[in-house]
């Protein structure tokens, strides 16, 4: 089993950057993908990135792709998001998952642990 808690949210100008992190609990935590979802008010929980096991392969939907980027530290079992560039349109809660899938999944049934959310609002 695995905690997840998000940190980083926050309000940032349109242009501006933030930098999420996932701190997981777990000796585990080697043992997931790592999966960030966003949900925007009135809007279905959607993938953001993904990220397998070991780090080596990574996903982006259409929307971030060259402006976020994904990464993981799994001797320190914590997963990041740096988002650059962003946009008023990229305002939601933002979630880490976990899921023990050997490769990349973008489904919400895919991943078995959730983080409580962190709100990212980008102002225009």
């Known amino acids: 089993q695995v905690q997840l808690v998000e940190s980083g949210g926050g309000l940032v100008q349109a242009g501006g950057s933030l930098r999420l992190s996932c701190a997981a609990s777990g000796r585990t935590f080697s043992s997931y993908a790592i999966g960030w979802f966003r949900q925007a008010p009135g809007k279905e929980r959607v993938i953001v990135a993904a990220?397998?096991?070991?780090?080596?392969?990574?996903y982006y939907t259409d929307s971030v792709k060259g402006r976020f980027t994904i990464s993981r530290d799994n001797a320190k079992t914590a997963v990041y998001l740096q988002m650059n560039s962003m946009k008023p349109e990229d305002t939601a809660v933002y979630y880490c998952a976990a899921g023990p899938h050997l490769h990349i999944a973008t489904m919400i049934t895919d991943y078995d642990y959730w983080g409580q959310g962190t709100q990212v609002t980008v102002s225009s």
């Open positions: 990220i397998t096991r070991t780090g080596r392969t990574t």
